[in-house]
């Protein structure tokens, strides 16, 4: 061994690789940040609630009031804190989606709203609510069938000569997002007016709706679905590098992508189905993510997911106080923050 | 734009008019309506032109009316000037509460050459609108939560027309100063509002939906003491003739002691 | 056609070897009945024009184009029946490269040569050994001062010689290389393929390249495999290979084939006949 071998033992470059380490601190400290993030946001909403008391019934996980009336308490854990927990299920879940897509597609505007997974989500999902209306739970089961129909159409469109080269898959993405936005536009020419109203709100992101029952479905999916990511995260760092370069270095392309495609899809789906399309989080999250972290998935993949659930956590309480006691769609809020936030990316890259 | 003498060809592009129209007699001479417009039920005969957020241009140039009414609620500033350009002739009315509609149905009537018509209609809505208001006088008002539609959750905001109705109806909208007509609500707030009746519209355009109460006020003092009354919902979002006729309701469900004869 | 196995060192074993092969690729017949073996440390160029389906067959040799017809054996087993990370421990591949559009460094871009002996496929950390084994290549290929550089950042030929890096680092005995040499400069050219040189002569590792470089062939490799219309022509040393009747047969261009000065190998040049106007 010669002494440009020790060098190469201290380099820099060894020190700053992605190591179980680091990832393990970033992710406690995004943990953390998220935790916090949960008891400070449930202390505000457009109703005022006793600060100490309310973390005191918190810090209690519900099993005393201190001294909060009843109306506080249920606001606060039956409005509030569920409220909060599915809005970090579906950032989270949109934005794990957004970054194993980019990842899978080599393409860093890949997002669940542009390749047309989230409009076909929102098309099961009406499908849904118009002729099974009863029915919880054919809402994500819907929606998730029309996430992977989409993504099937978009796939389809795509494959050209060379295989479904990036370029192509985003083309066909825009393609299928925007007729299903035609034939959602349509479908709501068809109600009448009153339930356009909180049609179109739904459409562009709605937190409000209290699902006792799906809101454990959609943290659990969120979970499952990040680390079943996760898992792949390996394979997908060769992937972002070139189909052909992953697969001769023994990555099983084919089962990766259908890994990649039907969990995405699952996890579009759910979020779609319990709030409807929030934009922009699949896109910048995960961008954040690999800007301070690295682009290596295993650390940016869930960076991602506690990071989106923290950027939907905030931009919700945004959406259900600036206007107070009205509420703004939470997909307005993560538009007007992301869309800045995106350009300013753009430049910087 | 001057009205001609006599209308004989007039096109209603929303659902109150049509109802003011044919409650002034002029029923005869409507040549069009959009698809809403369902009530009284000779309405449907007359030629649809679309739906009051998109009607038909053509088609209603096709009908050659004399005059167009329209209500800018349905947002059809656009359209209005497109209308004035064919030289026909547009009235628009927009009342915001009861004391509008009143003058709405006069208007119509002038228009039409129907005002006498008018003025007896007129009249007998005031009366019931008066008798109301004095059989309510003395009661205590009651918090009441409009619901237009649980999930998500929307209400009646200050700019509403049924925010007028309630106060008439011996009772006052948690939600009347509210900025806008149909604000989307906060859960919380109107948990915390602990409303003391709960008016769910339904049964009329909305059909079955909107007929149950939003999770929020589940544990409401509304919800808990069984005061949640379902009204039809054209009786009190539409402003015309039976506006009057949705008062009657809302103020009997809420004050049923005082229409007791 | 059917050809015999050009010379081969006495008790080498056989690493790789194809029977008969016909690859389809894009609706036509690509390849058509070669066979070809490749044996530890030796190098075999694979040479002939466009589109005689030279990369066609490579890509058949290294599992992503399934044949029509004929087998592939690896170290005596079929390759269909082989899972794709075995495939991947035993043959590596140095093509062009994709345009790379997220950051990333040499050093992880290198370890990623390391994938295929992770024991947990899909996840899993770089261990110690592979940390040893990528410095160790990155020495070998001369790119240890720049393991810390973004991959967008290196030359052409840099990225070419990372590109081998991760490559070797994959320890595959097996290498096969899809035109290594079309983007570098003279002085790069010689020290990639001296690389592979060295690795079968070191390791005993068996190495094909396709060239388009008939005189690089001629230099470095022990057999040559010449083929057109997706048929092999002739195969042998490049002696007996590099003929002018052969090549001019091949190529449909008049050559002159003179002893190198310095290796004494073939050493082919094209004659241009200036074209005359009538």
Known sequence: ?349 | MSLPAHVDRVISLAPNLTEIVFAVGGGNRLVGRTSYCDYPPEAKAVAEIGDTLHPSLERIIALRPQVVLISTASQLEIFTQQLQNQNIAVFVTDPHDLTGVFRSIGQVGEILGQQQQATLVVQKLRDRTNAVEQAVKQKPLVRVFYQLSAEPLYTAGHDAFVTDLIRRAGAISVTAAVPGAWPKYSNESALAAKPEAIILPTGGSMGAGNSNVTEALRQSPAALAGRVYKINDDHLVRPGPRAVDGLEEMAKALHPDAFDK | ?278
């Open chain 3, 1 to 278: 056609m059917i050809f015999s196995v050009a010379r081969r060192k006495p008790g080498k074993p056989l690493m790789l070897e194809a029977r008969d092969l016909s690859v389809s690729y894009d609706h036509r017949i690509a390849v058509a009945n070669v066979s070809l073996t490749l044996n530890a440390a030796e190098i075999t160029a694979i040479i002939g024009p466009n589109g005689a389906g030279k990369s066609t067959l490579l890509r058949a040799l290294n599992g992503q184009i399934k044949p029509a017809s004929g087998v592939i054996l690896l170290d005596g087993q079929p390759l269909e029946r082989l899972n794709r990370r075995s495939i991947s421990r035993r043959v590596a591949v140095v093509a062009q490269e994709a345009e790379l559009r997220f950051p990333v460094t040499v050093l992880e871009f290198v370890l990623g040569g390391r994938f295929a002996w992770a024991t947990n496929a899909g996840w899993g950390w770089e261990t110690e050994r592979d940390l040893r084994v990528a410095e160790a290549v990155l020495q070998e290929t001369e790119l240890t001062e720049l393991s810390g550089r973004l991959m967008n950042e290196l030359s052409g030929g840099e990225r070419q010689r990372a590109l081998m890096a991760r490559a070797l680092a994959t320890e595959a005995p097996i290498l096969l290389l899809d035109e290594p040499t079309a983007n570098l400069d003279l002085s790069h050219q010689a020290t990639l393929l001296s690389l592979v040189r060295n690795r079968c002569d070191r390791d005993q590792s068996a190495a094909l390249v396709v060239t388009h470089d008939i005189n690089l062939a001629s230099q470095f490799a022990d057999n040559i495999l010449l083929m057109k219309d997706g048929r092999t022509f002739t195969s042998g040393t490049p002696e007996e290979v590099l003929k002018p009747q052969i090549l001019e047969e091949v190529f449909e261009v008049k050559v002159l084939v003179d002893a190198h000065p310095v290796t004494g190998g073939p050493r082919v040049t094209p004659v241009h006949e200036p074209h005359r106007h009538s």
């Open chain 1, 1 to 349: 061994m010669s002494s440009t071998a020790s060098n190469i033992v201290t380099s820099p470059a060894r020190q700053n690789r992605v190591t179980l380490r680091k990832t393990v601190v970033s992710c406690l400290a995004l943990t953390i940040a998220l935790l916090l993030s949960i008891v400070l946001m449930s202390l505000i909403g457009s109703e005022q609630l006793p600060a100490r008391a309310s973390l005191c019934a918190l810090a209690s996980f519900g099993t005393s009031s201190c001294g909060l009336t009843r109306d506080q308490f249920d606001i606060l854990f039956q409005i509030r804190l569920p409220r909060i927990l599915l809005a970090a299920a579906v950032g989270g879940s949109l934005a794990t989606a957004g970054a194993a897509y980019q990842a899978l597609l080599r393409n860093p505007l890949a997002e669940p709203y542009l390749l047309g997974i989230s409009n076909g989500a929102a098309v099961g999902t009406m499908i849904a609510l118009i002729f099974f209306g009863a029915s919880e739970w054919t809402r994500p089961f819907l929606a998730f069938t029309g996430a992977l129909l989409a993504t099937l159409a978009v796939y389809r469109l795509a494959r050209g000569r060379a295989g479904a080269t990036p370029e192509r898959l985003v083309l066909a993405g825009v393609i299928v997002t925007t007729f299903l936005s035609s034939v959602i536009v349509f479908v709501t020419t068809l109600m009448d007016a009153t339930r356009i109203r909180s049609f179109t709100f739904w459409l562009l992101g709605d937190l409000s709706g209290t699902s006792r029952t799906l809101l454990p479905v959609a943290i659990t999916i969120t979970i499952v679905g990040a680390l079943a990511l996760t898992l792949n995260a390996r394979s997908l760092n060769l992937l972002m590098l070139g189909e052909r370069d992953a697969f001769d270095l023994g990555v099983e392309v084919g089962r990766v992508r259908v890994v990649v495609f039907v969990v995405a899809s699952l996890l579009v789906g759910s979020s779609v189905a319990a709030s409807g399309s929030v934009g922009y989080v699949g896109l910048v999250v995960p961008h954040l993510a690999r800007l301070s972290l690295g682009s290596d998935n295993r650390i940016s993949i869930p960076a991602a997911a506690l990071g989106g659930a923290l950027f939907v956590i905030v931009a919700d309480t945004v959406a259900r106080t600036i206007i107070a006691p009205r509420e703004l769609p939470v997909g307005a809020i993560t538009a007007l923050i992301g869309a800045p936030l995106f350009i300013y990316l753009l430049k910087r890259a």
